[in-house]
């Protein structure tokens, strides 16, 4: 078979992702932060995320989704994870970050934002839950750079 048609072949048949990117914020007590959405009416709370368009560094993509959606200034300590999504079609860059400046501001996106126990976490999808359980279990703040 011919190369090209190999490569067409290819490009057709594998799947296609989206990357996104993924705040994980802590507060001192421990809790994370959430954002409620205003496009989700069922399981309206999520991490605070976005996507990355092309070209763009993952590092300045959470920092600019982050300002976009809350108003607030973020710093990314480190990447915690990347996790693939075979239902979302998504690869998700989830990176430990911090509130460095700004004060929350409602956009047409997140209406409202709050620090959750892992305990007592608001309603969300389930892949979602899962995430933060792992999240919160694998780092301590004790572990957290700040």
């Not at 011919?2 to 048949?13: E, H």
């Not at 991490?47 to 989704?65: F, Q």
């Not at 979302?88 to 709050?114: A, T």
């Amino acid at each position: 078979m011919p190369l090209w048609v190999k490569v067409f072949t290819s490009r057709m048949l594998r799947p296609k992702y989206r990357v996104g990117v993924v705040a994980v914020i802590f507060n001192d007590d421990g809790k994370i932060l959430l954002g409620k959405h205003t496009y989700r009416k069922n399981h309206p709370w999520d991490l605070l995320a976005g996507s990355l368009e092309y070209g763009e560094d993952p590092n300045k993509a959470i920092v600019r989704e982050l300002l976009e959606e809350t108003d607030c200034d973020i710093e990314v300590i480190k990447l915690l994870n990347a996790v693939s999504v075979k239902d979302d079609h998504q690869i998700s860059l989830i990176y430990l970050c911090r509130i460095v400046s700004g004060n929350f501001k409602p956009s047409p996106e997140i209406s409202h934002v709050e620090f959750f126990s892992r305990h007592d976490l608001p309603d969300l999808l389930r892949t979602e839950k899962t995430l933060i359980e792992q999240i919160t279990k694998s780092i301590t703040l004790e572990k957290i750079p700040y």
